[in-house]
């Protein structure tokens, strides 16, 4: 079956960054758009990036462009979330997810961004 773990979240200060990472496994990683969402409790999932099967295509939230940037490493079936720069208004559970809706994602990793 379909199993996507996030990992690498934490709490930071405001300017500082993250990445986080996900293991994917049970599917065909690499015949497939992968995506990141995110979501605050009590709050609709909020698209944030997605990349192409083969990892020339991305695209991005307007809150992430220039700060976000998503990559992924078909040989070893891992897509990453590098954020730099995070907002306050990052703080979110974040998933990766195989729809831009986050029907099918992971359990999430928390990041916190105090100022």
């Known amino acids: 079956q379909v199993q996507l773990v996030e990992s690498g979240g934490g709490s930071v200060h405001a300017g500082g960054s993250l990445r986080l990472s996900c293991a994917a496994s049970g599917f065909t990683f690499l015949g497939v758009w992968m995506f990141w969402v995110r979501q605050i409790p009590g709050k609709e999932v909020e698209y944030v990036a997605s990349i192409n099967n083969a990892g020339h295509i991305k695209y991005y939230a307007d809150f992430a462009k220039g700060r976000f940037t998503i990559s992924r490493d078909n040989g070893n079936n891992m897509l990453y979330l590098q954020m730099d720069n995070l907002e306050t208004d990052d703080t979110a559970r974040y998933f990766c997810?195989?729809?831009?809706?986050?029907?099918?994602r992971g359990q999430g990793t928390q990041v916190t961004v105090s100022s």
């Open positions: 997810a195989r729809d831009k809706k986050g029907a099918v």
